[in-house]
Nanobody, 121 residues
Framework: QVQLGESGGGLVQAGGSLRLSCAAS????????MGWYRQAPGAQRELVAA???????NYAVSVKGRFTISRDNAKNTVYLQMNSLKPEDTAVYYC???????????????WGQGTQVTVSS
């Protein structure tokens, strides 16, 4: 089985920065895409940023130029550097990874437990 452990959320003033980390553990064969999603109360979960195994990235328009996604394949870890934070960035942030495990090349999506990011004005 695979688990994703998240860390790095917290409280920050507008204009500040946070870095989220998410590490996958378990009998992992391979990881394809990894990404970060967020969900505010009463809202749908939305894609914030994603990165492929080859390093190609994709960002939501609302975070382009402010957030940077990266990954360390040796550590099975994905990061989200968040700069110039705004109150509208406030949400629970979830890590996602597409992973094959236990000797299989069937890929499944796994989700982290979520970490709260709160930005005050």
């Amino acid at each position: 089985q695979v688990q994703l452990g998240e860390s790095g959320g917290g409280l920050v003033q507008a204009g500040g920065s946070l870095r989220l980390s998410c590490a996958a553990s378990g009998s992992i064969v391979s990881i394809r895409g990894m990404g970060w999603y967020r969900q505010a109360p009463g809202a749908q979960r939305e894609l914030v940023a994603a990165v492929t195994s080859g390093g190609s990235t994709n960002y939501a328009v609302s975070v382009k130029g402010r957030f940077t996604i990266s990954r360390d394949n040796a550590k099975n870890t994905v990061y989200l550097q968040m700069n110039s934070l705004k109150p509208e960035d406030t949400a629970v942030y979830y890590c996602n990874a597409n992973i094959a495990y236990s000797g299989s090349y069937i890929y499944l999506d796994y989700w982290g437990q979520g970490t709260q990011v709160t930005v005050s004005s």
